[in-house]
């Protein structure tokens, strides 16, 4: 028996844990597992409606024992400690287990600027996500208060950034004020430390931002470096003190934790650089990592080469998944792979803002951003398909 191990059970995990399952249902002989510390999928993109109380974690979240049933994949709630490619590897929390193929998507860590300890992130999962609703709620009880949100990027990975979604909770937190009719007891401001926030959406999407930043009196404080966040608020490089009563954001991004402990090539940022076949390749002579084939590494926790606005998101999660199922089913084929992710590389962003949201589209020929209530409807619509896709009731949309 053949075993295919994929290691994290998130957008990525999941749908390349689906995809070789599907892809090997007719080849005897293969055992698909998958791997993940938590017993569900957890679907980022909708979380940005917990902070407002429109979704709980639990609406959001998926269980992965009931997916492999249905989906034909075993599930193991395990946590990853190591991964020893040469040896053909992985060591977790409850054993070892040996593979002949390896599929990483365990996703990426935050960096931790000093006192991110008095802020709070959506990124950071359903319980954190919940704190940012009691505190919002609270501020609304209180009679109103200032809320700042912003996001940075990793300087040694400009891949590193997670913006999209802070300015989704922002917009949806103003939304909320205004149908509360309370948008005056308060003050909302957007800060980021770079200049650029925002650029990669490319041009109609940051003219379609700044364009919101107005209508909806939110004050932008681009470019001004961040020395320290503190319990009342955020302290600038040049000595200001912007006071607040909530601040919520999102650090840059950083490979995880665990990759130290494998002998995987890694960048500088701590992220395992891949090819277009999403093998891990350290793209050049720097380091020594030997002839690997069958280690394939998706999503958040991969570097990939690409234009300027390229992003982790998680479409190309899911595209990269696909890549690596028919991939590894090519060479279990006795062929060559011929599959490659680079043709999936746009930024595709709804970025919800309450009744009506922006559709945002980039690639290397086109760049739109159109706002209306039908953007923000298809994203309700997918929150429908992406559940019941994942337990096989629709057919895969084209990515
Ligand atoms: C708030 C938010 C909103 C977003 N909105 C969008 C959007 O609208 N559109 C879009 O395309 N993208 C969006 N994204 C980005 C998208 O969610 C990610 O790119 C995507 O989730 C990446 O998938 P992944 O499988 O690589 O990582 P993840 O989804 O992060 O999954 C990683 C998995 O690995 C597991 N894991 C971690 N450590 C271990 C360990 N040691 N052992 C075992 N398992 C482990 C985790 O539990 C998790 O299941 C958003 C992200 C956030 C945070």
């Not at 940012?132 to 109103?144: A, P, T």
Request: with cysteine.
């Amino acid at each position: 028996m053949k075993r295919i191990l994929v290691l994290g059970g998130g957008i990525g995990g999941v749908e390349a844990a689906i995809s070789l399952a599907k892809e090997f249902k007719k080849k005897s002989g293969y055992s698909i597992e998958l791997i993940s510390d938590k017993s569900t999928l957890f679907i980022y993109p909708l979380s940005i409606w917990i902070p407002v109380g429109k979704r709980t974690p639990q609406d959001i979240s998926m269980p992965l024992d009931e997916i492999a049933k249905l989906r034909g994949f075993q599930f193991r709630q395990e946590k990853v400690e190591r991964i020893l490619s040469k040896e053909n590897k992985v060591i977790t929390d409850k054993g070892e287990h040996q593979y002949d193929y390896l599929v990483v998507a365990m996703g990426g860590d935050k960096m931790r600027p000093k006192g991110i300890e008095h802020t709070l992130s959506v990124c950071g999962g359903g319980e954190e996500s919940l704190k940012i609703r009691d505190r919002f709620y609270e501020l609304i009880k209180n009679g109103g208060g200032t809320i700042a949100c912003g996001f940075s990027g990793n300087p040694k990975d400009k891949t590193g950034v997670r913006g999209g979604p802070v300015f989704e909770v922002l917009f949806n937190i103003d939304f909320y004020l205004r149908e509360k009719n309370v948008r005056d007891k308060f003050k909302l401001v957007f800060f980021s430390p770079s200049q650029e926030a925002g650029k990669r959406l490319g041009g109609p999407g940051l003219k379609a931002l700044q364009g919101l930043f107005m209508q909806r009196q939110i004050e932008p404080i681009f470019g001004k470096k961040i020395t320290a966040f503190q319990p009342n608020g955020i302290l600038f490089e040049d000595g200001h003190l912007l006071e607040t009563n909530l601040t919520l954001f999102t650090p840059g991004m950083n490979g995880h934790p665990v990759f130290k402990n494998t002998d995987l090539p890694l960048t500088e940022a701590g992220f395992i650089p891949i090819n277009d076949f999403c093998q891990a390749d350290p793209m050049d002579d720097s380091c020594h990592f030997e002839d690997i084939d069958n280690c394939y590494v998706i999503g958040d926790s991969t570097y990939f080469a690409g234009p300027e606005w390229r992003a982790k998101q998680g479409h190309l999660a899911e595209a990269m998944a696909r890549v690596v199922a028919r991939n590894i089913f090519l060479k279990e084929s006795g062929q060559i792979q011929t599959e490659t992710f680079s043709e999936h590389l746009n930024i595709l962003c709804v970025m919800d803002l309450g009744k009506e949201a922006a559709f945002i589209f980039r690639d290397d020929k086109r760049a739109m951003a159109p706002i209306g209530a039908w953007a923000h409807w298809a994203k309700v619509a997918w929150e429908k398909y992406y559940k019941l896709n994942k337990r096989g009731k629709l057919p895969n949309a084209p990515l």
